[in-house]
Structure formats: structure tokens, C-alpha cells
């Protein structure tokens, strides 16, 4: 049973910064591809940026340039840095594991709010 567990997330001012991370733990696999997600209030849940097993990144475009997924297989952690934030982000964000790279997001963290006040 792989954990994932997220710290980050808060307050903050349009056009700030901040760092979500998430941290696995139990049998993880150091190569799972990962992914981060994020639902705002009344939408659905979306993929907004992955990392491949080959540390390969995608993005969607309203994230783009603006967010960076990245990975630390040492720590066995994986972050989203984002900058350049605006009141549209502001959204409960999740991080996410493919196990098998089809896709399929199996295990999930619990979830952190980011605000950006405009």
C-alpha cells in the first residue's frame, strides 16, 4: 500500500508563490509517473501537470510557464512550484501515482487548499 502525503498549500496574493510537495511512503516505487491535480469549487477534478518515469514533464496550458512539476528520487518526493498566481487557482490540489504509466492514478494524497487573493 503506497501513502502519499502533501504539505503546502495556503494564502496568498495574485501574481505570489507557492510550493506544494508530496511525499511517498509504505512500497512506493521511486519511478511511478506522478501527477498533480486540482478541483476549484463547484468544477471537476483536473490533471494539471505529470512527470513520467523518464522525469518527461506535460502541462496544460493555463499552467504553463507558470508551474514546475519536478521529482527527487533520493527523498522519494515529487513538488509543484507555482508562480505567477492568479484568483483562478485557487482550487484544493491533489498529488497523484500511476503505478503502471496507463494512466490510471491509483493512489492519491489527501489534498491541500491554495487561495490566491486577487
Known amino acids: 500500500q503506497v501513502q502519499l502525503v502533501q504539505s503546502g498549500g495556503g494564502l496568498v496574493q495574485a501574481g505570489g508563490s507557492l510550493r506544494l510537495s508530496c511525499a511517498a511512503s509504505?512500497?512506493?516505487?521511486?519511478?511511478?509517473?506522478m501527477a498533480w491535480f486540482r478541483q476549484a469549487s463547484g468544477k471537476e477534478r483536473e490533471i494539471i501537470a505529470s512527470?513520467?518515469?523518464?522525469?518527461?514533464?506535460s502541462y496544460i496550458p493555463s499552467v504553463k510557464g507558470r508551474f514546475t512539476i519536478s521529482r527527487d528520487g533520493a527523498k522519494n518526493t515529487m513538488a509543484l512550484q507555482m508562480n505567477r498566481l492568479q484568483p483562478e487557482d485557487t482550487a484544493v490540489y491533489y498529488c497523484?501515482?500511476?503505478?503502471?504509466?496507463?494512466?490510471?492514478?491509483?493512489?492519491w494524497g489527501q489534498g491541500t487548499l491554495v487561495t490566491v487573493s486577487s
Open positions: 497523484a501515482a500511476d503505478p503502471r504509466g496507463a494512466g490510471q492514478y491509483a493512489f
Open positions: 509504505g512500497r512506493a516505487s521511486r519511478n511511478y509517473a
Open positions: 512527470i513520467a518515469w523518464n522525469d518527461v514533464t
